[in-house]
């Protein structure tokens, strides 16, 4: 139903329709017969600890093995988040899953002889830099572009003058750097 760009635009702009979303999903009652939001923390962390993130680091793995088949090279980035707002990223759940997640790319990165850049380590967790708990504002995305512009272009790639050519854009809804994987073709 929704093929035409203009047909959504018109739909959404009517109410008629709504683009999927995290808080779609979140709240959905497909989740062992239990609604998200009507679990207690401990019965959130329960589940968190029940379902390490094996899909993560498989989808991880697999976009680097597609790259490298590619004669791109990667350079991986954690995730950074600030837990001084009040919404879901900064719940303990959330907290944990963000860790947990960092700690997968780290271990990729080990694992695979990857770079590796500590963005969560080095980005400032004051909410001047923050639209919310997981997005950066103006401000954050020009710290956060200049830091990657001296990794890419005076640190890593300058040598052998490469350019960037894609990123993939999945999890941070932004058009600069996106799912803290990053490619450059060699």
């Not at 379902?51 to 950074?80: D, G, H």
């Not at 990223?89 to 899953?97: C, F, N, R, W």
């Amino acid at each position: 139903m929704e093929r035409s760009a203009l047909l959504r635009i018109f739909l959404r702009k009517f109410g008629l329709t709504h683009q999927l979303n995290l808080g779609s999903v979140i709240s959905s009652n497909h989740f062992v017969g239990k609604q998200l939001d009507i679990l207690s923390q401990e019965e959130l962390i329960q589940i968190l600890n029940q379902n390490k993130p094996i899909y993560f680091k498989r989808n991880i793995e697999n976009m680097i093995a597609i790259v490298r088949e590619n004669q791109i090279a990667v350079l991986l980035s954690t995730w950074a988040h600030t837990p001084y707002f009040n919404d879901y990223a900064s719940t303990l759940v959330y907290q944990i899953g963000f860790s947990e997640h960092n700690n997968v790319l780290k271990s990729i990165a080990i694992e695979k002889d990857i770079p590796l850049f500590d963005f969560a380590k080095i980005m400032s967790k004051e909410i001047t830099y923050w639209a919310d708990g997981r997005h950066l504002n103006e401000k954050g995305v020009k710290i956060k572009n200049s830091v990657f512009f001296r990794i890419y272009y005076e640190k890593e790639y300058n040598r052998s003058k490469s350019r960037i050519i894609f990123t993939i854009i999945m999890r941070n809804i932004s058009v600069y750097m996106s799912y803290n994987i990053y490619y450059v073709k060699l």
